[in-house]
C-alpha cells in the first residue's frame, strides 16, 4: 500500500497524518480512541484499502503528534482538530470510522456537519450517564490534581516520559491487549513506543492525558447531534468491553438509520480482537449503502 506521512497544523499544534492513497474514488478518515494511535487500524486497512484511500491522523498528546505544554487537554480541542483535517484534505463528503473516543467524536462531528459525511463506523464510543454526584467528584479530583502541578508543570515533553526496555514495554502491552497474539502485538508496537538515543523506549502518548478535563460532553446535545445524522450508521460494541453503557437501547433511538452488532469474543478493541468479524459486517454494510 503507497502510505506516507505529513504533519499538519492545526490551531498551533503539528498532527501527524497517515495518507495511504490507493487511487480510489472515495477517502475514509479513521480516528482512533484515546491513548491509542493512527496505527492501531492495522488490522483493517488492508481490506479498507479496496474501497479507500485511507486518512488517519494522532489527535495532539497522542502518537508522532504534539504534545500541550500547559498539559491539559479538552475534548472541544480533538472536535477542532477533526475539523480541520477534514476541511484541508477532503474536497467532497467521506466515510468516517472512529473507535472509543474517535467513535464519539466521529458521531457528533457526523450530527454538526451531515452532509459531509456519508457513512459512519463507531467501534464503541457511547458511554453511559453518569449521575451528577459522579460528575462532581471527578471535577473536584481533577482541580485538585491539576492545582497540585501548578507553579510546576513540566513544559518539556522529553521530561514527561518514562525509560522502559522494549521487553517491558511488551510485556505492558501484553496487559493491555490481553487477547492478543504475540504476533499482533508486535504490529502494534511501532506506533505505541518510539525508542531515545540512549537505547530506552518511551510512550508516545503524553501520561498527562489521563488527567485530561472530565467536564462532559453535554448528553443532551450529544442526543440533538446523532439525531441530525442523516447519513447510514454502524455501530459495534464487543460482548466483553467494559465500557458498555447500560442506556445503549436509549442512544439507539435517536439515530435515523443505525445498525448495531455485538462481537462475540471481543473487548473495548474488537478491532484487535476479531478485525474478521468486523470486515465481514463492513463489507455488506458498505455494498448495502453504496460504499
Known amino acids: 500500500m503507497p502510505i506516507h506521512y505529513e504533519n499538519f497544523s492545526s490551531i498551533g499544534h503539528n498532527l501527524?497524518?497517515?495518507?495511504?492513497?490507493?487511487?480510489?474514488?472515495?477517502?475514509?478518515?479513521?480516528?482512533?480512541?484515546?491513548?491509542?494511535?493512527?496505527?492501531?487500524?492495522?488490522?483493517?486497512?488492508?481490506?479498507?484499502?479496496?474501497?479507500?484511500?485511507?486518512?488517519?491522523?494522532?489527535?495532539?498528546?497522542?502518537?508522532?503528534?504534539?504534545?500541550?505544554?500547559?498539559?491539559?487537554?479538552?475534548?472541544?480541542?480533538?472536535?477542532?482538530?477533526?475539523?480541520n483535517v477534514i476541511e484541508h484534505y477532503f474536497k467532497k463528503p467521506i466515510y468516517l470510522l472512529g473507535h472509543s473516543m474517535g467513535g464519539g467524536m466521529a458521531a457528533r462531528y457526523t450530527g454538526l456537519f451531515p452532509e459531509k459525511i456519508k457513512l459512519l463506523v463507531c467501534l464503541e464510543g457511547f458511554s453511559g450517564l453518569q449521575p451528577q454526584e459522579v460528575e462532581r467528584n471527578r471535577l473536584r479530583e481533577w482541580l485538585m490534581t491539576t492545582s497540585r502541578r501548578n507553579g510546576r508543570t513540566t513544559t518539556n515533553p522529553a521530561e514527561r516520559k518514562k525509560n522502559m526496555t522494549f521487553e517491558e514495554a511488551k510485556n505492558k502491552l501484553s496487559l493491555i491487549y490481553g487477547k492478543l497474539p504475540k504476533?499482533?502485538?508486535?504490529?502494534?508496537?511501532?506506533?505505541?513506543?518510539r525508542q531515545t538515543e540512549d537505547g530506552f523506549y518511551k510512550w508516545k502518548n503524553d501520561p498527562n492525558l489521563k488527567t485530561s478535563s472530565p467536564i462532559p460532553f453535554p448528553p443532551e446535545l450529544s442526543r440533538k447531534l446523532w439525531s441530525e445524522i442523516t447519513s447510514p450508521v454502524l455501530i459495534f460494541f464487543g460482548r466483553q468491553t467494559h465500557i458498555r453503557p447500560k442506556n445503549l437501547e436509549e442512544i439507539l433511538s435517536h439515530f435515523k438509520n443505525v445498525e448495531l452488532h455485538e462481537v462475540e469474543h471481543a473487548?473495548?478493541?474488537?478491532?484487535?480482537?476479531?478485525?474478521?468479524?468486523?470486515?465481514?459486517?463492513?463489507?455488506?454494510?458498505?455494498?448495502?449503502?453504496?460504499?
Open 267 to 291: 473487548g473495548h478493541n474488537m478491532h484487535h480482537d476479531k478485525p474478521e468479524f468486523l470486515i465481514e459486517i463492513m463489507d455488506e454494510f458498505f455494498q448495502k449503502n453504496g460504499g
Open 183 to 193: 504476533e499482533k502485538i508486535d504490529s502494534l508496537i511501532p506506533g505505541l513506543v
Open 16 to 83: 501527524s497524518v497517515k495518507i495511504t492513497d490507493n487511487g480510489k474514488e472515495e477517502n475514509i478518515l479513521l480516528l482512533h480512541g484515546f491513548n491509542d494511535n493512527k496505527e492501531t487500524f492495522v488490522f483493517l486497512e488492508e481490506f479498507l484499502s479496496k474501497r479507500f484511500n485511507i486518512y488517519s491522523f494522532d489527535f495532539r498528546g497522542h502518537g508522532d503528534s504534539d504534545w500541550k505544554k500547559d498539559s491539559l487537554y479538552n475534548y472541544s480541542e480533538n472536535l477542532i482538530d477533526v475539523q
